[in-house]
Nanobody, 115 residues
Framework: QVQLVESGGGLVQAGGSLRLSCAASGSIFSINGMGWYRQAPGKQREWVAGFTRAGSTNYADSVKGRFTISRDAAKRTVYLEMNSLKPEDTAVYYC?????????WGQGTQVTVSS
């Protein structure tokens, strides 16, 4: 079983920055990928950024150049540094681990960007 706990969300003005954290615990091995998704009110959940199995990073076009995903293996934590935030970045952000034995989600953390 994998547990994911996100933190770091909040209210920020447009142009500001936030750093989200996702702490993982439990049995994590041979994962296919780990990353961040978001879901805005009335919209479907969308992928934002992630690590592949090989360790490379990928970003959605909407956040490329503004968001940076990183990880600390020792702390079993993945981060999402978000800069130049826009009102359209407002959403609940979820951490995800995809593994052969399951697909796991955190509880989400709210990010609100005011104009």
């Amino acid at each position: 079983q994998v547990q994911l706990v996100e933190s770091g969300g909040g209210l920020v003005q447009a142009g500001g920055s936030l750093r989200l954290s996702c702490a993982a615990s439990g049995s994590i091995f041979s994962i296919n990928g780990m990353g961040w998704y978001r879901q805005a009110p009335g919209k479907q959940r969308e992928w934002v950024a992630g690590f592949t199995r090989a360790g490379s990073t990928n970003y959605a076009d909407s956040v490329k150049g503004r968001f940076t995903i990183s990880r600390d293996a020792a702390k079993r934590t993945v981060y999402l540094e978000m800069n130049s935030l826009k009102p359209e970045d407002t959403a609940v952000y979820y951490c995800n681990v995809n593994a052969p034995y399951g697909n796991y989600w955190g509880q989400g953390t709210q990010v609100t960007v005011s104009s």
